[in-house]
């Protein structure tokens, strides 16, 4: 299976009431991040059986997003065990569920989904991995152990498209 694991993409500022914060949706910016990384994910031309969201709005809008970009005409799935809070061992059994899958797609939240990323890689959670708002991560689960194949965040994907925008033609001298 290829496991793609998604942060969400920008929200804003945290709210100090929990209550809030769950119902916290995507900024502009959240949104232009989404379409960034559908397209590149569709340019990589990743396949997705199924899309697995955390409840939290912001994951539910992000996995919405990006589903709609790739042509996804599922309903996006829901799970606890991508809550920020959530535990690995949850986590393991969300990917019990879904093992007959030959790609799948989960939103999460950060500490928990960096954390989740570095045990599946290492095993033990030894590696401190980076997963900016909207980053996307490739693990292939066939191999034992579980092995990164790559890890794109937003920023890093809008820096390449700029400087290839700008330096796409040739020069050629006037004389």
Known sequence: ???????????GLNRPNPLLDC???LIKEG?????????????????????VSS???RALQTAQFVGTELGYDSKVEISSAL??????????????????????????HNPSLFQFLGKLVTGNGGANLRMRKGAVARIDLDRHPPQLQWLIDPRMV??????VA??????????
Not at 31 to 49: G, N, P
């Open 158 to 163: 809008r820096s390449i498209y700029a400087s």
């Open 83 to 108: 809550e920020p809070v959530a535990e690995y061992a949850d986590f393991q059994d969300l990917l019990a569920k879904y093992s007959d899958r030959e790609g799948v797609l989960v939103v999460g």
């Open 23 to 25: 119902k916290r949706g």
């Open 31 to 51: 949104k232009e991040q989404c379409m960034l990384m559908a397209r590149v994910l569709s340019a990589l031309k990743v396949q997705v059986d199924v899309i």
């Open 55 to 57: 409840p939290l709005k």
């Open 1 to 11: 299976m290829n496991l793609y694991l998604m942060r969400h993409a920008n929200a």
């Open 166 to 175: 700008k330096n796409s033609r040739p020069k050629t001298s006037r004389k």
